[in-house]
């Protein structure tokens, strides 16, 4: 299998390093997704660290396609394997300098990971918008909520996933994808998508050439912000939309219980014929784009069919994150997701890495990377497939410093104070672990140990919570960095 991992990344501008990263010590060996949580205080650079390396392998891909693509600092290096070789990048001044196990090579002969795909919840993201219609043959796809670089709109979430089912459903694996994430929110294997027209009348009355002619040419004028879309509609696009209307009016004379709507199923444990589907959709979707029909209603079904739009937050997000993942997401791919504790409960906040390796457990060749501040995506990390860093901001002296830690634990199954304490060094007055380690050090101190090596990683671990300068913790840090001064001089 030709595993992607990233191993390490070092950037550095002007005089200032700004990130020294290792990101996996894991060999190439995997049997699942290799996941990387990022965690931090807020402000110290996980969504930033996030959408620099999007950046950097998306001004790679564009390089190798002959693309003109500008890095935003002075100086890079990154590691990474793929196909079992190991890739060193230098990027110096824009200039990009290649090794593939040590040896120099061309970037035309560079093996890059298939898929760059960038995936948030939040309307302020700090990922690089591009949407579908501009992709081309791009390996990078944002699978966020901007609409536009400073717009979001509910609908923009349905057209993304109904794109994604339509064009996706007849993919084995894309269906039992999706069948899984309904299963977890507890909705029913069936959705619907319901079309109405903007005029009741257009699948009633026969259309023409010149009716859509006229349309299309009053939408240019008027610079609607699809006209894009619409001005590549050829002569035979419009007369096979015109075949389409009115086939359907047809159907609807011999139709009793006649219905202007116009409706997808989507039965998730039949066996639907995709083709016929993509086809009514594609003439669907140009009815949109022309504003004879409305956006289409994502309907699901719980205890009874409700519409996306009254779905809770936290299911729009896995809905619309997990699915568009699911269509996306290719073999030997890089896949950086920020914040995806966004609006979910505790529970699937608990839950979040397990789906997450159970509905992508067929690839096993990517490599995710995830910004969180939740602990609770913690508990649910396997050692043998992941990793956590850890970055830190010190102000010193000489100004602000920021540290990556790669840490060396398996949390699986942690509790969450164990988690908040030994993680993300916070500390509350009942947490367990936290009361422990200040016996421990009494301890040492009231014995007279000589175990000085224990005792000053226990005053690094207390000394790097933030301590309040009337808290008794600090008064015990002090008599402890004492003890150890005498002990060590006594040794002399």
């Known amino acids: 299998m030709d595993n992607f991992t990233l191993k390490y990344l070092f950037i550095k501008h002007k005089t200032k390093t700004l990130f020294d990263v290792n990101f996996s010590e894991e060999n190439d060996n995997r049997t699942e997704p290799l ?19 999007s950046e950097i392998f998306r001004g790679l891909n564009n390089l190798k396609r002959k693309k003109e693509s500008k890095f935003r600092y002075d100086y890079y290096r990154l590691s990474y394997q793929l196909n079992n070789s190991t890739f060193d990048l230098e990027i110096f001044k824009n200039q990009v300098k290649f090794k593939q196990d040590k040896v120099p090579i061309d970037l035309s002969n560079v093996l890059l990971p298939n898929n760059i795909l960038a995936v948030s919840f939040m309307i302020n993201d700090k990922f690089t918008f591009s949407s579908p219609d501009q992709n081309n043959d791009d390996a990078y796809s944002y699978i966020g909520v901007r609409r536009t670089s400073n717009a979001t709109w509910t609908t923009t979430l349905v057209k993304k996933i109904t794109n994604s089912l339509i064009l996706n459903l007849h993919d084995h ?27 009741k009348t257009l699948f009633l ?20 912000f699809r006209s894009d879309a619409i001005s590549k509609y050829s002569q035979e696009s419009i007369s096979n939309l015109v075949k389409f209307i009115n086939t359907q009016v047809k159907l609807n004379k011999n139709d009793t219980d006649v219905s202007s709507n116009m409706i997808i199923n989507i039965d998730l444990k039949g066996d639907s014929n995709w083709t016929d589907q993509e086809e009514k959709f594609t003439y669907l979707n140009m009815l949109v784009e022309l504003q004879l029909l409305k956006s289409p209603e994502l ?8 519409d996306f739009e009254y779905a809770s937050s ?26 995806p504790e966004l609006s979910l409960h505790p529970n699937w906040q608990m839950k979040y890495i397990s789906i997450l390796k159970r509905l992508f457990n067929d690839y096993a060749s990517c490599h995710f990377l995830i910004a969180t501040h939740s602990h609770y995506l913690i508990s649910d990390l396997k050692q043998d497939s992941s990793s956590i860093v850890h970055i830190t901001i010190e102000n010193l002296e000489k100004g602000l410093i920021r540290e990556a830690k790669l840490l060396d634990m398996d949390t699986y199954a942690w509790s969450a104070e164990n988690i908040l304490y030994n993680i993300f060094g916070v500390r509350t007055t009942r947490n367990y672990y936290f009361e422990q380690d200040l016996r421990k050090l009494i301890s040492f101190i009231e014995t007279e140990s000589k175990d000085i090596e224990s005792i000053e990683k226990l005053l690094k671990k207390l000394e790097s919570l933030q301590i309040d300068a009337a808290d008794p913790l600090k008064t015990l840090i002090t008599e402890g960095k004492e003890y150890v001064e005498n002990v060590s001089a006594n040794k002399r």
């Open 205 to 224: 009355r026969k259309t023409s050439n010149n009716y859509l002619n006229a349309k299309v040419n009053a939408l240019k004028k008027k610079n609607y």
């Open 299 to 306: 309907l699901l079904l719980k205890f009874d069919e409700f």
């Open 314 to 339: 936290g299911e729009k997000h896995l809905l619309f994150t997990l699915i568009n993942l699911a269509a996306e997401i290719r073999q030997s791919s890089i896949i950086f997701i920020d914040e």
């Open 173 to 199: 694996e894309f269906s039992r994808k999706v069948l899984e994430i309904l299963r977890f929110l507890n909705f029913e294997p069936e959705i619907r998508l319901n079309f109405v027209p903007v005029n």
């Open 35 to 53: 996941t990387t949580i990022v965690i931090g205080e807020n402000g110290s650079g996980k969504s930033h660290l996030l959408t620099v390396i």
